[in-house]
């Protein structure tokens, strides 16, 4: 198994051990861990969420496809494992939209 595999997992069990011994700690009504494959293609970006789904035994979300992101998610009550290919297109769009980052500065009135 990975180090950041067994980091992560027994990271999860000493947060609900903690948040188990801590009812006093406020948390949020759900959780989503995500997965963003590590691919430069669309082609491998969906073949690799199209094994997850078939490993966890779920469907493709076509919801987010219109913003350009492949996803699949497998729910363990309000506990969400997605995976999410972001597509070139949308990487693309995202890159532009920051291009004038911190060009432009509102006034200070």
Do not use: K, W
């Not at 590590?38 to 199209?50: F, G, K, S």
């Not at 078939?54 to 496809?65: H, K, L, P, Q």
């Not at 309000?78 to 939209?97: Q, S």
Request: charged residues 25%; proline residues 6%.
């Amino acid at each position: 198994m990975h180090d950041h595999r067994r980091a992560l997992i027994n990271g999860l069990i000493n947060l609900a051990i903690f948040l188990e011994a801590h009812p006093d700690v406020p948390v949020s009504s759900s959780l989503t861990l995500h997965h963003f494959p590590d691919h430069d293609n669309d082609d491998d970006l969906r073949a690799e969420i199209d094994q997850i789904a078939a490993r966890v035994g779920s469907d493709i979300d076509f919801e987010d496809s219109p913003y350009g992101h492949y996803a699949t998610s497998v729910f363990f009550g309000p506990v969400e494992y997605r995976a999410v290919a972001i597509l070139a297109a949308a990487r693309a769009r995202h890159d532009a939209d920051n291009s004038y980052r911190g060009c432009i500065a509102p006034d200070a009135n």
